[in-house]
């Protein structure tokens, strides 16, 4: 009597915003946020992608930031990462400023 092995389980890649996601802005550090959000693409290498912007992100712990160019101006933004990696909540600004501009909320897709 022989015992066949099979293989172990591949372990589930681990959380990461790597992928679309979608959401509101606000203009105003005090209002919630209630504009919406052009979806955009976290890919692989730092690459942030959207319909009319490129830019790069990085992300230490459970922080994101993001500098991209939209339309011949640069933004930047700080997000908290929420919810497993599916909810970003932070605040957006001009240039390298990441709170002059209002505050965002992005869901992933």
Not at 34 to 63: C, H, Q
Request: aromatic letters at 10%.
């Amino acid at each position: 009597m022989s015992c066949k092995r099979t293989a172990d389980p591949e372990p589930p890649e681990p959380p990461s915003v790597i992928g679309n996601w979608v959401g509101k802005y606000s203009i105003d550090i005090a209002t919630a946020p209630n504009l919406t959000w052009d979806p955009i693409t976290f890919k692989t290498g730092g690459v942030l992608e959207g319909s009319d912007r490129m830019g790069t992100y990085n992300v230490a712990g459970t922080v994101l930031t993001a500098t991209y160019v939209r339309s011949g101006s640069t933004f930047s933004f700080r997000c908290n990462i929420l919810e497993n990696f599916t909810k970003l909540e932070g605040t957006w600004g001009t240039g390298a400023s990441q709170t002059n501009g209002g505050q965002m909320l992005l869901t992933k897709n």
